[in-house]
């Protein structure tokens, strides 16, 4: 098979410092002055190292763009780039489009590394004419395109050059980032693009939340506040779930971004950053809750950023606790939770079966990979 590869160098960007996506210039901006470094070009590396070595390096072209737009990426793997596409400096989303399809009809799978809005370069540049997989490195990439980590992504780009696998219509979501940044989520669909069936090793697209149970939700919060205790810190982690939480604790928080509560339910910090996460953390207890995403069954590694692998550490797993409803948990329909923090030794950590805490003294043992 011949591969293609697109990377959009500033996908993620944002992530870490809490502004909820890296679409725009004034966004990347502001992402680089509060600290950010871009992570797609290393991602992207990851996905094409794991297809190296279910492959063979003598088995693999990869035909990019230059530089950070994928040639950076193919020689970090220990692959020679085929370079047929020189991106602009500063690289744009038109850059993605014309790289996108410059290569196209020249590959049997096109990946691209970024997050919703690379997805949606990709559609307008190749429609359907070419099975395309993503490589996850935005933020909260709602699409059913991306591979649920690097490696499985490099892993499907290999079981498709073995041969026998399947492509089905995955969906493109199109989500307004402004309207997220003011607590506002409007996704549409944008369209579809062709993708490896490959199930757990390619991500499904995010679910709207049903209806949260009212009794359920008090009974985690009570059962929250028991574990932190009146001097304890809660870092409740975005959702619609955890805001109800924080909302029968009597605090009123942001739907996106990542939230602290103090021991006597006050916001100590609302959409707080990494950086600013793990300074609290270290200084005081806490705990750390997180939902899975609906449809998708994500812990860590969409949309909440923050909590970032060192926050993690500084916590502890002892104290690192998964929330969900009953119901929220059978949307899934069997299939595990998944973590993607970016720390390979973490995730292996994190694998196994977790303790879900589904209600006041309830809990669902379930798998995470």
Do not use: C
């Not at 070595?53 to 040639?71: F, K, N, P, Q, Y």
């Not at 997805?119 to 429609?127: I, K």
């Not at 985690?220 to 909302?247: F, Y």
């Not at 739907?255 to 200084?283: C, F, I, K």
């Amino acid at each position: 098979m011949r591969f293609g590869l697109v990377v959009n160098p500033v996908a993620g960007l944002g992530g870490r410092v809490g502004l909820k996506g890296s679409d725009g210039a004034a966004v990347q901006e502001k992402a680089r002055a509060l600290g950010a470094t871009p992570r797609a070009s290393e991602r992207a590396a990851l996905a094409l190292s794991e297809l190296r070595s279910r492959l063979g390096g003598d088995e693999i072209t990869v035909l990019t763009a230059a530089g950070a737009m994928g040639a950076d990426a193919v020689a970090a793997a220990g692959l020679v780039p085929d370079v047929r596409y020189e991106p602009g400096d500063p690289t744009t989303p038109a850059d993605t489009v014309r790289a996108a399809t410059v290569l196209a009809p020249q590959v049997d799978l096109l990946l691209f590394a970024g997050g919703d809005g690379t997805a949606r370069d990709v559609l307008d540049a190749v429609g359907r004419t070419v099975p395309v997989l993503g490589v996850p490195t935005g933020v909260k990439m709602h699409s059913a395109v991306f591979g649920a980590t690097p490696r499985a992504a490099g892993e499907a780009a290999a079981l498709m050059a073995a041969g026998g696998v399947r492509l089905r219509e995955a969906e493109v979501m199109d989500l307004d980032e402004d309207a997220v940044r003011t607590g506002r989520v409007s996704a549409r669909l944008y369209g579809h693009l062709r993708v490896p069936d490959i199930p757990v090793r390619v991500q499904q697209r995010k679910m709207g939340s049903s209806i949260t149970d009212p009794s359920a939700v008090s009974g985690i919060a009570a059962e929250l506040a028991a574990r932190t205790g009146p001097s304890g810190l809660l870092v409740l982690g975005p959702g619609g779930t955890t805001r109800a939480i924080a909302a029968a604790l009597g605090a009123d928080v942001p739907v996106m971004g990542v939230n602290v509560l103090t021991g006597d339910r006050r916001v100590a910090a609302a959409d707080v950053s990494a950086t600013e996460l793990e300074a609290l953390v270290r200084a005081s207890p806490a705990w750390i809750a997180v939902t899975p995403i609906g449809g998708q069954g994500f812990l860590l590694g969409r949309g909440n950023q923050q909590i970032s692998p060192a926050v993690l550490r500084a916590v502890g797993p002892d104290r690192f606790v998964v929330v969900a409803t009953e119901a929220k948990l059978a949307s899934l329909g069997g299939r595990p939770l998944l973590v993607d923090t970016g720390d390979e030794d973490l995730d292996h950590e994190l694998r196994g079966y977790l303790p879900v805490l589904t209600g006041h003294g309830r809990f669902a043992m379930y798998p995470v990979r």
